[in-house]
Protein backbone atom coordinates (compact mmCIF):
# COMPACT_ATOMS: atom_id res chain seq x y z
CA UNK A 1 0.00 0.00 0.00
CA UNK A 2 1.47 3.41 -1.15
CA UNK A 3 1.97 5.66 2.27
CA UNK A 4 0.06 9.24 2.55
CA UNK A 5 1.74 11.98 4.25
CA UNK A 6 -0.12 11.29 7.07
CA UNK A 7 1.02 7.73 7.70
CA UNK A 8 4.92 8.75 6.52
CA UNK A 9 4.64 11.45 9.36
CA UNK A 10 3.09 9.14 11.79
CA UNK A 11 6.36 6.38 10.82
CA UNK A 12 8.95 9.55 10.86
CA UNK A 13 8.49 10.34 14.59
CA UNK A 14 8.55 6.23 15.72
CA UNK A 15 4.38 6.99 17.24
CA UNK A 16 2.01 3.89 17.73
CA UNK A 17 -0.58 3.85 15.46
CA UNK A 18 -3.12 1.25 13.35
CA UNK A 19 -4.37 1.14 9.98
CA UNK A 20 -7.57 0.17 8.67
CA UNK A 21 -8.49 0.04 5.04
CA UNK A 22 -12.41 -0.07 4.04
CA UNK A 23 -14.02 -0.12 0.47
CA UNK A 24 -17.05 1.38 -1.21
CA UNK A 25 -18.33 4.04 1.61
CA UNK A 26 -17.64 7.58 2.23
CA UNK A 27 -20.00 8.53 4.46
CA UNK A 28 -18.67 8.79 8.42
CA UNK A 29 -21.33 6.85 9.49
CA UNK A 30 -20.99 3.82 6.48
CA UNK A 31 -17.16 3.95 7.77
CA UNK A 32 -18.06 3.35 11.52
CA UNK A 33 -20.25 0.10 10.57
CA UNK A 34 -17.66 -0.51 8.36
CA UNK A 35 -15.15 -0.87 10.48
CA UNK A 36 -17.45 -2.31 13.53
CA UNK A 37 -16.51 0.91 15.56
CA UNK A 38 -18.86 3.05 17.74
CA UNK A 39 -19.36 5.96 15.88
CA UNK A 40 -18.17 8.08 18.97
CA UNK A 41 -15.03 6.70 17.96
CA UNK A 42 -14.70 7.48 14.17
CA UNK A 43 -14.01 11.53 13.65
CA UNK A 44 -14.36 13.35 10.43
CA UNK A 45 -12.22 16.35 9.54
CA UNK A 46 -13.47 19.41 8.69
CA UNK A 47 -11.86 22.20 6.84
CA UNK A 48 -13.54 26.12 7.64
CA UNK A 49 -12.80 29.55 6.61
CA UNK A 50 -13.37 32.34 9.46
CA UNK A 51 -14.33 35.69 8.80
CA UNK A 52 -10.99 37.27 8.72
CA UNK A 53 -10.25 34.68 5.78
CA UNK A 54 -8.72 32.03 8.00
CA UNK A 55 -8.56 28.30 7.07
CA UNK A 56 -9.18 26.21 10.68
CA UNK A 57 -9.33 22.38 11.30
CA UNK A 58 -12.25 20.65 13.28
CA UNK A 59 -12.16 17.03 14.38
CA UNK A 60 -15.62 15.86 15.31
CA UNK A 61 -17.62 12.30 15.76
CA UNK A 62 -18.89 11.37 12.45
CA UNK A 63 -22.47 11.47 13.32
CA UNK A 64 -22.13 14.96 14.77
CA UNK A 65 -22.40 18.61 13.44
CA UNK A 66 -20.39 21.17 14.03
CA UNK A 67 -21.79 24.30 15.69
CA UNK A 68 -20.49 26.78 13.88
CA UNK A 69 -21.34 29.41 16.65
CA UNK A 70 -18.69 26.95 19.31
CA UNK A 71 -16.93 26.59 16.65
CA UNK A 72 -16.21 30.82 15.83
CA UNK A 73 -15.78 31.17 19.70
CA UNK A 74 -13.14 28.27 20.01
CA UNK A 75 -10.98 29.85 17.33
CA UNK A 76 -11.72 33.59 18.50
CA UNK A 77 -13.31 34.47 14.84
CA UNK A 78 -16.52 36.30 14.74
CA UNK A 79 -18.05 34.00 12.33
CA UNK A 80 -16.89 30.26 10.87
CA UNK A 81 -17.93 28.71 7.29
CA UNK A 82 -17.51 25.57 5.94
CA UNK A 83 -14.79 25.23 3.13
CA UNK A 84 -15.98 25.21 0.10
CA UNK A 85 -15.51 21.56 -1.38
CA UNK A 86 -13.46 22.99 -4.15
CA UNK A 87 -11.23 24.69 -2.23
CA UNK A 88 -10.14 21.70 -0.40
CA UNK A 89 -7.77 19.89 -2.69
CA UNK A 90 -5.93 23.01 -3.28
CA UNK A 91 -5.24 24.05 0.67
CA UNK A 92 -4.76 20.95 1.90
CA UNK A 93 -3.78 18.53 -0.34
CA UNK A 94 -6.43 16.20 0.33
CA UNK A 95 -10.09 15.21 -1.74
CA UNK A 96 -13.19 15.69 0.09
CA UNK A 97 -13.60 12.12 2.03
CA UNK A 98 -9.99 11.66 2.67
CA UNK A 99 -9.11 14.66 4.05
CA UNK A 100 -6.24 13.77 7.12
CA UNK A 101 -5.90 16.04 10.19
CA UNK A 102 -2.00 15.54 9.28
CA UNK A 103 -0.27 16.25 6.32
CA UNK A 104 -2.09 18.94 5.00
CA UNK A 105 0.23 21.29 2.67
CA UNK A 106 0.03 23.40 5.47
CA UNK A 107 -0.66 22.98 9.37
CA UNK A 108 -3.76 24.30 9.78
CA UNK A 109 -4.92 25.73 13.69
CA UNK A 110 -6.77 22.18 14.78
CA UNK A 111 -9.50 21.73 17.40
CA UNK A 112 -10.78 18.47 18.21
CA UNK A 113 -14.14 17.70 19.77
CA UNK A 114 -13.66 17.25 23.54
CA UNK A 115 -15.71 13.88 22.82
CA UNK A 116 -12.15 12.73 21.90
CA UNK A 117 -11.28 12.19 25.35
CA UNK A 118 -13.73 9.69 26.35
CA UNK A 119 -12.10 7.10 24.36
CA UNK A 120 -8.48 5.57 24.41
CA UNK A 121 -8.02 5.77 20.88
CA UNK A 122 -10.00 7.37 17.82
CA UNK A 123 -10.59 6.60 14.31
CA UNK A 124 -9.58 9.41 11.45
CA UNK A 125 -8.47 9.76 7.92
CA UNK A 126 -5.26 8.14 6.83
CA UNK A 127 -5.23 10.72 4.18
CA UNK A 128 -7.32 8.65 1.67
CA UNK A 129 -10.53 7.36 0.97
CA UNK A 130 -10.71 3.53 1.94
CA UNK A 131 -7.50 4.15 4.98
CA UNK A 132 -8.44 5.11 8.46
CA UNK A 133 -5.82 5.68 11.32
CA UNK A 134 -6.70 4.14 15.07
CA UNK A 135 -4.45 6.46 17.19
CA UNK A 136 -4.77 8.08 20.79
CA UNK A 137 -5.31 11.73 21.56
CA UNK A 138 -1.56 11.66 22.61
CA UNK A 139 0.26 10.26 19.52
CA UNK A 140 -2.00 12.70 17.35
CA UNK A 141 -0.93 15.72 19.83
CA UNK A 142 2.64 14.28 19.16
CA UNK A 143 2.49 15.08 15.25
CA UNK A 144 0.27 18.35 15.19
CA UNK A 145 -0.76 20.88 17.63
CA UNK A 146 -3.86 20.24 18.82
CA UNK A 147 -7.15 22.55 20.64
CA UNK A 148 -9.28 21.19 22.87
CA UNK A 149 -12.77 22.30 22.96
CA UNK A 150 -16.68 21.12 22.88
CA UNK A 151 -17.36 22.35 19.04
CA UNK A 152 -20.58 20.52 18.80
Same mark, same amino acid.
Given at each position: ????????? $??? /?? +????????? @??? &?? %???? !?????????????????????????????????????????????????? $??? /?? +????????? @??? &?? %???? !???????????????????????????????????????????????
Amino acid at each position: MEKTNAVRQ $LDR /KK +LPYRLHTYE @GVI &SG %IDVA !KTLAQAQERVFKTLVTVGKSAAHYVFMIPVAEELDLKKAAKAVGEKSIAM $LPQ /KE +LLPLTGYIH @GGC &SP %IGMK !KQLRTVIDEAAFLHETIFFSGGRIGLQIEASLKTLQSVIPLEIHAVT
